[in-house]
């Protein structure tokens, strides 16, 4: 399987911005999926998961602001980005456990830059 984020790109503090992750192959809903993301000088963390039953997590940082959710028809993962901060600039990436229980496949990022 591949995946594929797009969606990202400059918004104002309080802005919104709306990702999606493409994947390829035929199983896409048998898969737990989930956003992350990187800022500069700082490790990669967890945002957001959703399971393949539906099960949505979040990070602390974001909860209330970010909801990511799937559309198994269309391949597709999205997470929704509302009241976005300076704090959330980074690089996000999807990411799926497709061969272990870990996050073992990972799309290439998409940069979200958010000005104060």
């Known amino acids: 399987v591949q995946l594929q984020a797009f969606g990202g790109g400059l918004v104002q503090a309080g802005g919104s911005l709306k990702l999606s992750c493409a994947a390829s192959?035929?199983?896409?809903?048998?898969?737990?999926m989930g956003w992350f993301r990187q800022a500069p000088g700082k490790e990669r963390e967890v945002v957001a998961s959703?399971?393949?039953?539906?099960?949505?997590s979040y990070t602390d940082s974001v909860k209330g602001r970010f909801f990511i959710s799937r559309d198994n028809a269309k391949n597709t993962m999205y997470l929704q980005m509302t009241n976005l901060k300076p704090e959330d600039t980074a690089v996000y990436y999807c990411a799926a456990k497709v061969r272990t229980i870990i996050f073992d496949t990972w799309g290439q990022g998409t940069l979200v830059t958010v000005s104060s």
């Open positions: 192959g035929r199983t896409f809903s048998s898969y737990d």
């Open positions: 959703v399971s393949r039953l539906g099960s949505t």
